[in-house]
């Protein structure tokens, strides 16, 4: 499994990769994952590593210069690993996971299988690292448009990554899988509030809003504070448990327009404690503004039992469904009305609360989504030995 990224550091794409692993492990299957030096080595699953290159430390998400000469490592550390642990599949995650697993895939005649988990030429304009218009974006596409037919198989976070693919890139149909993102209903669970919120060092006579992710203006970071902005001129009483990285400037902004006291910034939290902090509050906002990118974090608001309400958009109601409370996209004046409203209405909380926790278990188990990994894996082996079987048949002949 290649991981072109600083594996793993609490963000969405990284629990992807771990939960995809760890499922798969569980099921029996062999895994070894291929990532940055940075981040930090999860129990059960075997990971091999970069060198240390002691100037490159970023954590978050994002494109980056650095990344050419770091995805060259990747390769470079890839190609003994293949010759030691024989695998049947590549799986790459990431469009230079993609990239790397073509070589590899020319090198080794393996089957590849990308895990796309978004437009690369949207994350770098999202990010701001170069414009919609500019030169750059140009040539971005056409790798982009390049890399997105090298795979064997496609397999997507998000039905509306199947449509973007479809039917923005012109990539066949039948070469693409949704497979969205999952939680695991036992580890992510309600707990009980009062020692969670004491944990936390969270007030208990207040209701608690969460948000746990990464913290930026595409994740609509920007909006949420707008929306705290307005709870407080409509005289709300709420306290926001907001949980990422990085946080300093949010601190400050937050501190310079007097949200602070109605606000607690956690930093970076570890994976393993999102159960307890995200069980201290009362419901959780989901206020990422990416029309096609996965919001992984829904699961976790989900299989906590905590209501949600999120900006109205494909990706949200394909996860929510019925069990989401929607506010327009990208107005932080209407989440603050929902959140009003929701906050004011306990019934309908513990509603919203039974319903979520149900539909997170119902449908969205890790344990499914290996299950149809597994299955696309053995197509796509099977496939490769029938195609290597025709070639030989046709040689004798």
Not at 77 to 89: M, N
Request: proline share 6%; hydrophobic share 40%.
């Amino acid at each position: 499994m290649l991981a072109p990224t600083p594996y793993f550091a609490d963000r969405g794409c990284h629990v992807r990769i771990y939960e995809e692993a760890r499922s798969l492990m569980a099921a029996g299957h062999k895994v070894r994952i291929v990532t940055y030096h940075l981040g930090r080595d999860m129990p059960g699953i075997p990971v091999t590593r970069i060198p240390t290159i002691p100037w490159y430390n970023k954590l978050e998400a994002g494109p980056s210069w650095h990344k050419i000469y770091l995805d060259a490592l990747l390769l470079f550390k890839a190609v003994p690993l293949i010759l030691e642990f024989r695998p049947h599949i590549i799986h790459a995650h990431l469009h230079e996971g993609a990239f790397i697993g073509y070589i590899l895939k020319k090198m080794f005649r393996l089957p590849l299988i990308f895990d796309y988990q978004g437009s690369l030429t949207g994350e770098c304009i999202d990010h701001g690292f170069f414009t919609a218009s500019s030169f750059a974006a140009r040539v971005f596409k056409r790798i982009e448009n390049m890399i997105n037919n090298f795979a064997d198989k496609i397999v997507t976070s998000s039905g509306s990554a199947n449509t973007e693919l479809t039917n923005g890139w012109g990539v066949p149909p039948e070469k693409v899988a949704p497979i969205i993102d999952g939680v695991d209903t036992d580890v992510f669970r309600p707990l009980p509030q009062d020692e969670c919120r004491e944990r936390a060092a969270i007030p208990k006579d207040v209701p608690v809003v969460a948000y746990l992710g990464v913290l930026s203006r595409y994740q609509g970071t920007d909006l949420l504070l707008d929306c705290i902005e307005t709870l407080r001129e409509m005289n709300v009483s709420a306290h926001f448990l907001i949980m990422g990285f990085p946080c300093e400037q949010y601190r400050a902004e937050a501190e310079a327009r007097g949200l602070s006291e109605a606000i607690t910034f956690t930093g970076k939290i570890d994976y393993k404690d999102a159960p307890t902090m995200l069980s201290a509050a009362d419901i959780a906002v989901a206020p990422k503004l990416s029309l096609t990118e996965a919001n992984g974090k829904l699961f976790n608001y989900m299989a906590c039992g905590l209501p949600v309400i999120a900006f109205d958009t494909p990706v949200n109601r394909e996860v929510l469904g019925d069990t989401g409370i929607y506010a327009r996209y990208a107005d932080s004046g209407d989440m603050a009305k929902m959140i009003a409203a929701l906050l004011s209405d306990h019934e309908a909380r513990r509603q919203y609360s039974v319903d979520i926790r149900e539909k997170a278990v119902n449908e969205h188990s890790w344990k499914s989504r290996s299950e149809k990994l597994v299955e696309l894996y053995q197509d796509i082996v099977k496939a490769g030995e029938l195609t290597s079987h025709g070639k030989n048949h046709t040689k004798k002949h």
